[in-house]
């Protein structure tokens, strides 16, 4: 198919993302949420569905949801309400999922990216509600046996379902990236897609361009990383043209992504669409949230990529490149903001881009794992400041040795390295003026204006200082001195 | 007092109110509460030999709900009204007798067989808590916890001649109580006298952490306010003593009931349901939604039955589900999916969920005017063993008293206030407003004391 015949066609993207709340407990039941446990480890009368049990909500998991809504500017709803969602399978325990249909906690909001060309995009989100997971089949190759573990049956989650607005794989890939990014930021989730903690399926159409109807939709399941969503999105636009372009019709089916081919896959056809027989959830009362709720929320809510970048471009003046960086993570943030308490911004900033980078990059550790505090590198970057160490001694030896050693002050360790510069001027005149008075002839040549003779000077100082004296200070005094002398 | 129980159980076991019983263990138990009665650190409830419906958690012990899907399934935990009663030194002396899941007025769903009424064996009991009604009819136990979603502690309770109290809907923890329709469920204790009823329903009723649906109001010390003062104004169904459908032995005892209260200076009047049509429409339809979602956990695959000829994942759900349930709650679960379906959601189940509120504002005008409302609670005396399933609809229309104390709420309670020419217990029931059941219980006991002193009266 050429890209001409493809350019006809306008690519129509909604997400439906999944992210596990990272609460202590599960929704509905005290048993831990947790990742990684024995399998039905984790379970409790609730969790399993036995009778006579009534399920009971962590009042936790609403807090969080609260908290996303309010950073993705949302409605929170002031009563919202939980429903059935009514099937049949083996990993759901009681024959319903207990989620929210009607009444979401969050409404409408929006999440804005920024695409390669620079252009930022806002993705309105449809809505986010609260539900409990489900729990795991395994088939085990070895047999036709499938294994249920519903330790994971419970786990309290929010479903983020974005409108119908993306029209391309960088941008769905771009909103990916930035709702990770979001919920890390705001501790609400590890955001770990390869464990399913956030989890993405597609909702992907094609139209011709001006049709003001959308094409039949396709869900595509199973993308657990950024690069396979838009491998399938790519896949699936090639796919609705070449069907369309040949003269067929599109059917509306769950496909599932396959990773080692790139290609995605129809699902056992059946026979009819599930009707989830959604009614409100009679063991639950709704949930009504009040404006100092909300406040609450609000106060403890941590600033935002988005606020971060402007005020680290605006009101600190730093590169875009630095203070995309910086706001990477929701660590580097808190790291850098300590770390400007008691250094200059931009200095920091250079020093988190440039060696503590490349230290993340060559241990390939994240910066939680980084040795030395914030405090302990504002030091490190005050003596450069001051003038006491050279930024190249600083830079090549004492932060290594900082590295090493994190527990001991920057000070005390440039002494001890001997890399302390002779900033005090009278050590320094001293050395100078023993220079001068060495080379006598040199000094009547400067003054006759051949002025490059001042290299010579300097060396010849810092050679005497054992390369301790800071060459630019050196510098300047060894210019004054030789202007005083008649 | 647990011999005496368990030689009756035993004696009367045709009755089949009881599925299973502990004897061993209500021994030791007694044995217990006896040291504690003799050092003065016995609970209130010391000494009570109590029989717990089948659809009520006791940890370690088996709860099938009367149905077949969970033989041999246990509990692990125990359901808080129960808890209550056993901190207060009940003994608990069995599992009782019910249909599927509290779905029937006959005691006949039950997967276990039928509980025959102790006043004539070959009628019913009742139900669904016929096993717990004839239990305390029989003298099998002091007295019955039963559940009630439609009248089942209510509708057997008349039909054998006992006290069963429905409490305000919330009022009591639904913690451990196997689900029928969430909305509707209530748990009730089934006794000989108003008494019993009210201390049972003091200890069991409050506040729990595992049920967010519960009242958190406190609950009074009912068992002390037993007395009423002045004179009440009393509605009663105006079609109670008027329509045919009701028979002429029930009616009888409603207007003697009438006029004893007139003589002794109350005020008794005719009230006007102009949407009662509506009660069992509202009722079935919210019910079988709930149930058909409520039952879904029985399939086969975690615990209870799965059928043995099951051979992949469909037929494990369809053929584990027929053979494991009856035909009532098959039905029931049908209805239900039925109404909750996207195309007939809100033609059904939206339109019924307004109904209901509206029956909800109805019944609170009359408590507005009138402290209670007396009606039969049943039409008839008990029906002969069989003829429930022959006619539907009018098993159906003997629903139509007691539904409307679930599809609204209140409290309501069923006393024995006469027989019929043959003897067969009348039950007359009381309602209040909800969470009344202060006024309700002292109101009921006035009214139990009619029939006591006359009783008394040819001694």
């Given at each position: 198919m050429t890209d001409d015949i493809k350019a006809q066609y306008e690519l129509v993207i909604g997400l439906e993302v999944h992210a596990q709340l990272l609460t202590e407990s599960k929704i509905f039941a005290s048993d831990a949420n947790h990742f990684g446990s024995p399998p039905n480890h984790n379970i409790s009368v609730i969790t399993l569905g036995h009778p006579g049990t009534l399920p009971?909500?962590?009042?936790?998991?609403?807090?969080?949801?609260?908290?996303?809504?309010?950073?993705?500017?949302?409605?929170?709803?002031?009563?919202?309400?939980?429903?059935?969602?009514?099937?049949?399978?083996?990993?759901?325990p009681k024959g319903y999922q207990i989620s929210q249909d009607k009444k979401p906690i969050c409404v409408g909001g929006e999440i804005w990216v920024k695409l390669k060309d620079g252009t930022e995009k806002a993705i309105p989100l449809h809505h986010t509600h609260l539900e409990e997971d489900?729990?795991?089949?395994?088939?085990?190759?070895?047999?036709?046996d499938t294994l249920l573990d519903y330790n994971r049956a419970g786990t309290p989650l929010i479903e983020i379902v974005t409108d119908p607005a993306m029209r391309s794989a960088e941008e769905a890939g771009a909103y990916l990236t930035e709702i990770r990014k979001l919920v890390r930021y705001l501790d609400i989730c590890d955001g770990n897609m390869e464990e399913g903690s956030?989890?993405?399926?597609?909702?992907?159409?094609?139209?011709?361009?001006?049709?003001?109807?959308?094409?039949?939709?396709?869900?595509?399941?199973?993308?657990?990383?950024?690069?396979f969503l838009q491998k399938a999105i790519e896949f699936e636009y090639d796919r609705q043209v070449s069907v369309l372009?040949?003269?067929?019709?599109?059917?509306?089916?769950?496909?599932?992504?396959?990773?080692?081919?790139?290609?995605?896959?129809?699902?056992?056809?059946?026979?009819?669409?599930?009707?989830?027989?959604?009614?409100?959830?009679?063991?639950?009362?709704?949930?009504?949230?009040?404006?100092?709720?909300?406040?609450?929320?609000?106060?403890?809510?941590?600033?935002?990529?988005?606020?971060?970048?402007?005020?680290?471009?605006?009101?600190?003046?730093?590169?875009?490149?630095?203070?995309?960086?910086?706001?990477?993570?929701?660590?580097?943030?808190?790291?850098?903001?300590?770390?400007?308490?008691?250094?200059?911004?931009k200095t920091v900033a250079n020093w988190l881009t440039g060696p503590v980078r490349t230290w993340m990059n060559e241990s390939k550790k994240e910066l939680s794992a980084f040795p030395v505090s914030p405090g302990v590198l504002a030091a490190l970057i005050r003596l450069v400041d001051e003038n006491k160490v050279s930024h190249s001694a600083a830079a090549q030896k004492l932060f290594p040795a900082l590295v090493e050693r994190p527990d001991v002050a920057p000070l005390a360790l440039a002494e001890e390295l001997q890399l302390?510069?002779?900033?005090?001027?009278?050590?320094?005149?001293?050395?100078?003026?023993?220079?001068?008075?060495?080379?006598?002839?040199?000094?009547?040549?400067?003054?006759?204006?051949?002025?490059?003779?001042?290299?010579?000077?300097?060396?010849?100082?810092?050679?005497?200082?054992?390369?301790?004296?800071?060459?630019?200070?050196?510098?300047?005094?060894?210019?004054?001195?030789?202007?005083?002398?008649s | 007092m647990v011999e005496y129980y368990l030689d009756r159980i035993e004696s009367t076991s045709h009755l089949n109110a009881f599925l299973a019983t502990y004897a061993d263990e209500a021994r030791s138990r007694a044995a217990k509460v006896d040291a504690r009665l003799a050092n003065g650190t016995a609970g209130r409830l010391a000494g009570m030999v109590i029989g717990i419906k089948d659809l009520l958690c006791y940890a370690g012990h088996g709860v099938h709900g009367g149905s077949k899907i969970l033989e041999g399934f246990?509990?692990?935990?125990?359901?808080?009204?129960?808890?209550?009663?056993?901190?207060?030194?009940?003994?608990?002396?069995?599992?009782?007798?019910?249909?599927?899941?509290?779905?029937?007025?006959?005691?006949?769903?039950?997967?276990?067989?039928?509980?025959?009424?102790?006043?004539?064996?070959?009628?019913?009991?009742?139900?669904?808590?016929?096993?717990?009604?004839?239990?305390v009819q029989a003298d099998l136990c002091f007295a019955s916890i039963g559940t009630d979603t439609g009248g089942s502690v209510r509708q057997p309770a008349a039909f054998c001649g006992v006290v069963g109290l429905k409490p305000s809907y919330s009022r009591v923890s639904r913690w451990g109580l196997l689900a029928y329709a969430s909305s509707f469920d209530t748990i009730g204790?089934?006794?000989?006298?108003?008494?019993?009823?009210?201390?049972?329903?003091?200890?069991?009723?409050?506040?729990?952490?595992?049920?967010?649906?519960?009242?958190?109001?406190?609950?009074?010390s009912y068992s002390q306010y037993l007395s009423i003062d002045g004179s009440k104004k009393i509605g009663y169904f105006r079609e109670s003593l008027d329509s045919e459908g009701v028979d002429e032995s029930v009616k009888a005892v409603l207007r003697q009931s009438?006029?004893?209260?007139?003589?002794?200076?109350?005020?008794?009047?005719?009230?006007?349901?102009?949407?009662?049509?509506?009660?069992?429409?509202?009722?079935?339809?919210?019910?079988?939604?709930?149930?058909?979602?409520?039952?879904?956990?029985?399939?086969?695959?975690?615990?209870?039955y799965r059928s043995p000829k099951a051979h992949d994942l469909d037929s494990l759900y369809r053929l584990s589900r027929t053979e494991g349930l009856g035909a009532e709650a098959r039905k029931r679960i049908l209805l239900g999916t039925f109404v909750l379906s996207a195309n007939y959601y809100d033609a059904y189940y939206t339109k019924a969920q307004r109904v209901r509120r509206l029956i909800k504002e109805e019944i609170e005008r009359h408590f507005q005017e009138y402290d209670f409302l007396l009606y039969p609670t049943t039409p008839s005396v008990a029906f002969p063993l069989g003829e429930e399933n022959s006619d539907p609809i009018k098993t159906f229309l003997a629903d139509i008293f007691t539904v409307q104390a679930n599809v609204t709420g209140v409290p309501a309670i069923s006393l024995p206030l006469g027989t019929d020419e043959q003897g067969l217990p009348v039950g007359i029931q009381v309602l209040a407003g909800a969470f009344q059941e202060e006024k309700l219980l002292a109101f009921a006991r006035y009214l139990e004391q009619f029939v006591q002193a006359s009783e008394e009266v040819p001694i």
């Open positions: 009971k909500l962590n009042q936790k998991a609403v807090d969080l949801a609260i908290r996303f809504g309010l950073a993705t500017n949302s409605t929170i709803s002031p009563r919202t309400v939980f429903d059935r969602k009514n099937y049949f399978y083996p990993d759901l489900a729990g795991k089949s395994i088939h085990d190759d070895q047999s036709t956030l989890r993405c399926d597609a909702n992907i159409s094609v139209r011709k361009w001006g049709d003001p109807v959308l094409g039949t939709k396709v869900e595509i399941k199973n993308m657990n990383s950024v690069r372009e040949e003269g067929g019709t599109l059917i509306q089916e769950t496909r599932m992504f396959d990773p080692e081919t790139g290609r995605t896959y129809g699902m056992r056809v059946k026979e009819s669409m599930n009707d989830y027989r959604y009614f409100p959830e009679p063991d639950l009362v709704p949930i009504l949230i009040d404006e100092e709720k909300l406040a609450a929320e609000r106060a403890k809510m941590p600033a935002l990529p988005r606020q971060l970048m402007q005020k680290y471009e605006g009101e600190l003046g730093l590169s875009h490149a630095d203070a995309l960086l910086l706001t990477e993570s929701k660590a580097t943030v808190a790291y850098f903001e300590e770390a400007i308490a008691q250094a200059a911004p302390i510069q002779q900033g005090n001027s009278d050590v320094l005149q001293a050395l100078i003026d023993e220079v001068l008075a060495a080379w006598p002839d040199k000094v009547k040549e400067y003054k006759k204006g051949k002025k490059g003779l001042i290299g010579l000077f300097v060396g010849e100082v810092m050679k005497k200082s054992k390369g301790q004296a800071d060459p630019k200070v050196t510098n300047q005094l060894v210019a004054r001195s030789l202007d005083n002398l | 246990v509990s692990q935990f125990t359901a808080t009204a129960i808890q209550r009663l056993i901190d207060e030194d009940a003994i608990i002396i069995g599992r009782q007798n019910c249909d599927e899941f509290g779905m029937g007025s006959s005691n006949e769903n039950s997967a276990y067989g039928p509980t025959l009424n102790a006043a004539d064996t070959t009628r019913v009991p009742g139900g669904s808590s016929g096993g717990s009604a004839v239990a204790p089934i006794t000989r006298c108003v008494e019993d009823a009210a201390l049972l329903l003091e200890i069991m009723a409050g506040g729990d952490e595992q049920d967010s649906t519960v009242s958190q109001w406190p609950v009074p009438i006029e004893r209260l007139r003589q002794e200076g109350h005020t008794v009047e005719p009230v006007e349901f102009p949407l009662a049509h509506y009660y069992l429409p509202t009722y079935y339809i919210l019910t079988t939604a709930e149930v058909s979602s409520n039952l879904s956990r029985y399939d086969g695959v975690r615990y209870g």
